[in-house]
């Protein structure tokens, strides 16, 4: 009996390390094929020169710099209002069905495909709003996607606050501001921007809601104004191939993009990681 | 001899139906230590969050009677509960600092109060660190985050805090059982102290310690206060049965 339930044990073990192991061996294949494709396309002209002949040669500093600014906009735009949205759902709104239908709403927008994002833009901030197609516009259409992601992490950062520090803060004759300001939002921080960073990583990637909004197919300098169009990183990748005048000259540079954007967002990801840890390590301190 | 700091009549409390204080009266002298006894669920405790309404924030909570503080009722409909709330200070149960430094813990209250020069902070600070004995402890770690300290520290530190913005009053809630013996016997030690400057209100689940640090005490049971007393009375001849089986043992 006892050694059938040892067994048991003992499959569930390996069970559970293979596919651990498959998922590794999944990304590592990945990585592996991106990294044999693109590699060799990969230099410090690469990324700083602008794509030249149609394309087919130089770099991608024009994309590079093109999505940096989207993130830019689109992070200008949803942190700030992601973040006190969560405030409001969390520390103002009262629990009725207006809070709980507000909430699912979100939730529910984080859910919406992408491209449907891009639809809204095109309507919303290119031809009602009058912003045309341009930086702005795709940039806060990126920023609407991040919203919901925002808004969730936030909002289980502020609900893992302590009751005993908002106690301890009232207690001490703080208003709910003071509170929130001083206390609440400091102590969710570190959380708080963990979501945000995993948020620059999807925003990064997305081509659909950029198409009709703001990405330019070519772009021969960097954007100067916020109604600028501006070239992408995941953009450029979809037209060098689809759209490729010359595969064999352009397939090289298609996945050193791939590969640029696979850095940054990875990058962004660990800034994340090594900030909050610094944030973290500031207010707990080690014993 | 005394005067009264706390005067209270006819305090009844409800959380939604259920009637957790009845008609409660009692007085708390002023400079002194009253201790608050019972059994868990006697309703001290939310007896006590009454005395700086900060049951307020709890949902349906309601409060009847009168709660009068230096005769004028914290009740009353114009009642600045910020400035309610820094005459009288708290301590809770669990020692619960701030994430952010020893300095910055102490001098939240005064900042929230507008006082912004670094050199009376740093007095005020400092101050505060003395009345609560941790001075010693911590003088060259100020900067250094409140979380690192050790249990005891951290409630000394939470009392630190709550003297800080020179409240007249210092409600505890059993501020010390989180805490070991010896942290606990500093506590008291400080509490005995705390008297000569502070009204101090305590709740305590300990009839030793109140036995031992308290000038009056008064005893609740199931939402009632059946007795109220000098300590050395209450626990030497109690003229109410319950208290006596209370205290020698028998229940609770």
């Not at chain 1, 969730?152 to 950062?157: H, I």
Request: proline share 5%; aromatic share 10%.
């Amino acid at each position: 009996m006892s050694s059938f339930r040892k067994k048991k044990d003992r499959a569930a073990t390996i069970m559970l390390w293979l596919v651990m192991a498959l998922t590794c061996g999944m990304l590592a294949l990945i990585l592996a094929f991106l990294i044999s494709k693109g590699w060799s396309a990969l230099s410090w002209e690469f990324l700083t020169k602008k794509p030249r002949s149609m394309m087919t040669a130089g770099g991608i500093s024009t994309p590079i710099v093109g999505t940096l600014q989207l993130v830019l906009v689109a992070m200008g735009f949803s942190f700030p209002v992601g973040v006190f949205t969560a405030v409001y759902l969390v520390e103002y709104a009262r629990d009725d069905w207006f809070t709980r239908s507000l909430r699912l709403a979100v939730r529910s927008l984080a859910g919406v495909p992408s491209v449907v994002f891009g639809l809204f833009g095109l309507s919303f901030f290119v031809i009602l709003l009058k912003f045309g197609p341009s930086l702005l516009s795709a940039g806060l259409t990126l920023g609407c996607l991040a919203l919901p992601v925002i808004v969730g992490a936030s909002e289980s950062a502020l609900l893992a606050v302590p009751r005993d520090y908002r106690d301890a803060s009232y207690a001490l004759g703080a208003t709910q501001w003071q509170t929130i300001r001083k206390v609440v939002l400091p102590a969710a921080f570190p959380s708080i921007i963990t979501g945000a960073i995993l948020s620059v990583g999807r925003v990064a990637g997305e081509t659909a809601p950029i198409i009709f909004t703001g990405a330019a197919f070519f772009a021969p300098r960097f954007a100067k104004s916020i109604f600028d169009q501006v070239m992408a990183l995941p953009y450029h990748v979809l037209i060098l191939a689809t759209a490729g005048t010359n595969i064999e000259k352009t397939r090289p540079i298609q996945y050193g993009t791939v590969l640029v954007l696979l850095f940054f967002v990875l990058g962004m990801t660990l800034t994340g990681v090594l900030w909050r840890a610094r944030l973290r390590i500031r207010q707990r301190a080690q014993r | 001899m005394e005067k009264d700091k706390f005067s209270v009549r006819d305090l009844d409390l409800f959380y939604g139906s259920n009637h957790a204080l009845k008609k409660i009266n009692l007085q708390v002298p002023e400079r002194s230590v009253t201790a608050l006894i019972g059994p868990s669920g006697c309703g001290k405790s939310s007896f006590l969050r009454c005395l700086n309404r900060m049951n307020d924030f709890i949902p349906g909570c309601s409060v009847t009677g009168r709660v009068e503080l230096d005769g004028s009722d914290i009740y009353d409909a114009g009642t600045d509960l910020i400035h309610l709330r820094r005459r009288v200070g708290m301590v809770f149960q669990r020692p619960n600092p701030f994430p952010m430094s020893i300095f910055d813990n102490v001098a939240y209250g005064p900042r929230l109060h507008g006082d912004r020069d670094r050199n009376t902070l740093r007095d005020i600070v400092e101050e505060s660190l003395r009345v609560s004995a941790l001075w010693n402890e911590v003088r060259d770690i100020l900067h250094s985050p409140a979380l690192a300290l050790s249990g005891g520290q951290q409630q000394r530190l939470c009392i630190a805090r709550a003297v800080a913005v020179q409240p007249e009053v210092l409600l505890m809630d059993e501020p010390t059982s989180a805490l070991d013996p010896m942290a606990t016997a500093r506590i008291e030690e400080l509490v005995r102290e705390l008297r000569t400057r502070y009204t101090v209100v305590i709740v305590t689940h300990n009839m030793q310690q109140a036995a031992r640090i308290s000038d009056t005490t008064d005893f609740f049971l199931s939402g009632e206060m059946v007795e109220s007393g000098p300590t050395q009375q209450m626990f030497t001849s109690p003229r109410d049965k319950r208290t006596e089986d209370y205290i020698t043992g028998r229940f609770g």
